[in-house]
């Protein structure tokens, strides 16, 4: 109900409630941008030009379902947008860094630290397909349905992909695929 409002707010003109949907769901776009990325650098932007477009057209809008699916999706179009830029230019992909550096003990931010390093490579070595439905599932909060719909393929491929891609990162996490 939350969101609805906002979205009212901001087609209004108010700059609080844009501000809101900002701090509502930044964090949220950033690790999906970062997990299709694999850049966060380029993550950060992907996040900051879904953003600009929402406020260039605030009267464009519209949802069919919830805010953060809405949002989930633009990243990933954008993230789709950027790498086929990227792979038409050259193939260059660094590994996700530093994350977030707010653990309790600085032993604990190193354990922190690589673990989210070996779970980056792990998804850095997934197909673009694969991790992008994972990413949208976990971390975007999409539905099957409405990856299927942004995607353009069945929900069966969604439900394979992702399938598959869960179970190779666990091969990968547990070194039972060479790296």
């Known amino acids: 109900m ?6 009212l707010r901001f087609k209004r003109g108010s700059t609080d409630a844009l ?3 900002y701090e509502k769901y930044e964090a949220a776009m950033l690790t999906v941008a ?3 990325l694999n850049d ?3 993550a950060e932007d992907v996040v900051h030009d879904v953003f600009v477009a929402l406020v260039e057209t605030p009267q464009r809008l519209r949802l069919a379902g919830s805010l953060r699916s809405y949002l989930a999706t633009c990243v990933a179009n954008r993230a789709r947008d950027r790498l086929r830029t990227q792979t038409r230019q050259r193939r260059c992909s660094k590994t996700v860094e530093n994350a977030e550096e707010d653990e309790a003990t600085p032993l604990g931010a190193m354990v922190r630290d690589e673990q989210w390093r070996c779970l980056a490579e792990a998804l850095a070595q997934l197909p673009y397909e694969q991790r992008e439905v994972i990413m949208l599932r976990l971390h ?11 995607t353009g393929v069945s929900i069966n491929t969604v439900q394979s992909r992702y399938r598959y891609g869960i179970d190779k ?6 070194g039972e695929v060479p790296r």
Do not use: V
């Open 169 to 174: 990162l666990r091969l990968l996490l547990n």
């Open 140 to 150: 975007g909060d999409l539905t099957f349905h409405a990856i299927a719909g942004s």
């Open 40 to 42: 966060l650098g380029a």
């Open 34 to 36: 970062a997990g299709l």
């Open 19 to 21: 501000c809101r949907i």
């Open 2 to 7: 939350e969101d609805k409002l906002l979205i």
